[in-house]
């Protein structure tokens, strides 16, 4: 049985002004893995991803690593993640080296051995040509890799990622996930949000949909799609569409009992299973 790293136990958070983010949260991460929190903006994500990251306090709850709660020493906790927020916060003035060089410093890391762990993270980012080149000259990819590798730069065990590829475009966001995968390949944790369906299902070992504040559902892309029903059939009558969901082919081609104008069958999606338990759409 693989190690826990991080457990969050009953997290809850109130702002000030009595909007309940988050409810009730409990989640195990096991080393190695890669988790995804899926849910649309305003579901309680990044609210949960900030205090998982120290940078919102909990009303309630607990959050422990390596069964340790991450209150009793928060400096030794920080050192040990990685993360990335789902804005840009670069020197956006200073060269992408002197960004790193500033991590570094921060995170007292020896100067005999930052040269070469910089050089090999540009070199797997693909920014080793643009390491002398301003930030604020880079393309939003860039800058997004960038963050990665800076996150990266002190070697922590678990990397947080609030919306790593939010308003990328699709081939700045498979770069950025090539680059998670070999960081999972070598053992590193990841847990990331995310409102795009097809990151959760494809580079996700664990998905737990997000939902007003609370983990509604969680398991893997097909443990989920299996739960509602593998096959989808969209029976359409004039301007209504009645959607029904079936264990298998055979059963979702069977006869309807009622005329019907349209009538397509296919396979289940993660999109029809976040409908199904919120009956909203997520934002593309």
Same mark, same amino acid.
């Given at each position: 049985m693989k190690e826990s790293i991080l457990e969050l136990k009953d997290l809850d958070k109130v702002y000030?002004? !009595?909007?309940?983010?988050?409810?009730?949260?409990?989640? =195990?991460?096991?080393? #190695? +893995?890669?988790?995804?929190? /899926?849910?649309?903006?305003?579901a309680g994500k990044s609210t949960?991803?900030?205090?998982?990251?120290?940078?919102?306090?909990?009303?309630?709850?607990?959050?422990?690593?390596?069964?340790t709660d991450i209150r009793k020493d928060p400096a030794s906790y920080r050192s040990s993640i990685g993360v990335v927020?789902?804005?840009?916060?670069?020197?956006?003035?200073?060269?992408?080296?002197?960004?790193?060089?500033i991590h570094a410093n921060l995170y007292d890391l020896p100067?005999?051995?930052?040269?070469?762990?910089?050089?090999?993270?540009?070199?797997?980012? !693909?920014?080793?040509?643009?390491?002398?080149?301003?930030? =604020?000259?880079?393309? #939003? +990819?860039?800058?997004?890799? /960038?963050?990665?590798?800076?996150?990266?730069?002190?070697?922590?065990?678990?990397?947080?990622?609030?919306?790593?590829?939010?308003?990328?475009?699709?081939?700045?966001?498979?770069?950025?996930?090539?680059?998670?995968?070999?960081?999972?390949?070598?053992?590193?944790?990841?847990?990331?949000?995310?409102?795009y369906m097809e990151e959760a299902h494809t580079y996700a070992d664990s998905i737990s949909i997000i939902h007003q504040g609370s983990i509604i559902k969680r398991g893997t892309a097909d443990s989920l799609i299996d739960d509602l029903g593998s096959w989808c059939r969209l029976e359409y009558e004039g301007m209504a569409k009645r959607v029904s969901f079936f264990p298998t082919h055979e059963e979702a081609l069977e006869g309807t009992g009622s005329p019907v104008v349209e009538l397509i069958v296919r396979k289940?999606?993660?999109?029809?299973?976040?409908?199904?338990?919120?009956?909203?759409?997520?934002?593309?």
């Open positions: 000030p002004n !009595g909007t309940h983010a988050v409810r009730s949260v409990s989640y =195990r991460l096991d080393e #190695g +893995g890669c988790y995804a929190f /899926l849910g649309p903006n305003g949960t991803i900030s205090m998982v990251c120290g940078l919102c306090i909990p009303t309630s709850g607990s959050i422990h690593f390596f069964d927020s789902q804005h840009a916060n670069l020197e956006l003035d200073l060269t992408a080296a002197q960004n790193l060089r100067r005999r051995e930052y040269p070469e762990r910089a050089e090999r993270l540009l070199k797997v980012a !693909g920014l080793q040509d643009k390491k002398d080149e301003v930030v =604020r000259s880079l393309s #939003g +990819g860039m800058k997004r890799k /960038l963050q990665i590798i800076r996150a990266l730069l002190h070697d922590p065990g678990l990397l947080i990622l609030d919306e790593p590829t939010v308003g990328l475009d699709p081939a700045s966001r498979r770069a950025i996930w090539d680059i998670l995968l070999s960081l999972k390949r070598a053992g590193k944790t990841i847990l990331f949000s995310t409102h289940t999606t993660l999109e029809d299973v976040f409908i199904d338990l919120t009956g909203k759409e997520l934002e593309k």
